[in-house]
């Protein structure tokens, strides 16, 4: 059983920073996507921002300019690095591996961390 783990959420007041990871109990260095979701209270889950096997990456234009998507393969981690946080970025934010490997499906979420931006 895949499992992702998820730490770095907390409260931050606007303008802070917060740096979040995805540990994988699997290697993720050839999965195809990896990505962050988030989740609002009474929104839909929505797209943050993903990157590919090959370091392709791409932001949700809410996002783009404030949060950096990175994969350490070697620690089969995922980082979301947010600068520059809004009230609106308050979220449950989620890590998501998706795609074929030699012939296994991968399709995994955590169990997510609550990002929480107020003064």
């Known amino acids: 059983q895949v499992q992702l783990v998820e730490s770095g959420g907390g409260l931050v007041q606007p303008g802070g920073s917060l740096r979040l990871s995805c540990a994988a109990s699997?290697?993720?260095?050839?999965?195809?996507?990896k990505a962050w979701y988030r989740q609002a209270p009474g929104k839909q889950r929505e797209l943050v921002a993903h990157?590919?096997?090959?370091?392709?990456?791409n932001y949700a234009d809410s996002v783009k300019g404030r949060f950096t998507i990175s994969s350490d393969n070697a620690k089969n981690t995922v980082y979301l690095q947010m600068n520059s946080l809004k009230p609106e970025d308050t979220a449950v934010y989620y890590c998501?591996?998706?795609?074929?490997?030699?012939?296994?499906?991968?399709?995994?979420w955590g169990q997510g961390t609550q990002v929480t931006v107020s003064s």
């Open positions: 699997v290697s993720i260095n050839s999965i195809p996507t």
């Open positions: 990157i590919t096997n090959v370091d392709s990456t």
């Open positions: 998501h591996i998706n795609g074929w490997v030699n012939s296994r499906l991968y399709d995994y």
